[in-house]
């Protein structure tokens, strides 16, 4: 089992940049693919984007794409989300995902944190 516990949510003005943490326990993160998703009131949840463990490659979707960058310390067993140019659509709580040895991927993802909020005023 691997625990997942996200940080660094907050309220900020529209422009500014966030970038959250996702600190995993349990388990070593580095043979895992790791992934962000989010949930906006009244929406479904959706993929941000994901980081494989073997190359370190990642996805994004496509909207977020040149905004958002993940990347990972498997040291500190930490993956991030840097979050820039932020826009009010972007309000959301940020979910951090795993799944152990899984090609980097948009869906089927195993281990879940609790979430952090984003919240982000025009």
């Known amino acids: 089992q691997v625990q997942l516990v996200e940080s660094g949510g907050g309220s900020v003005q529209a422009g500014d940049s966030l970038r959250l943490s996702c600190s995993a326990s349990?388990?070593?993160?580095?043979?895992?693919?790791m992934a962000w998703f989010r949930q906006a009131p009244g929406k479904e949840r959706e993929f941000v984007g994901a980081?494989?463990?073997?190359?370190?490659?990642?996805i994004y979707a496509v909207s977020l794409k040149g905004r958002f960058t993940i990347s990972r310390d498997n040291a500190k067993n930490t993956v991030y989300l840097q979050m820039n140019s932020l826009k009010s659509e972007d309000t959301a709580v940020y979910y951090c995902?795993?799944?152990?040895?899984?090609?980097?991927?948009?869906?089927?993802?195993?281990?879940w944190g609790q979430g952090t909020q984003v919240t982000v005023s025009s």
């Open positions: 995902a795993a799944k152990e040895e899984g090609a980097v991927r948009r869906s089927g993802y195993d281990y």
């Open positions: 980081i494989g463990w073997r190359s370190g490659s990642t």
């Open positions: 349990g388990r070593t993160i580095s043979r895992f693919a």
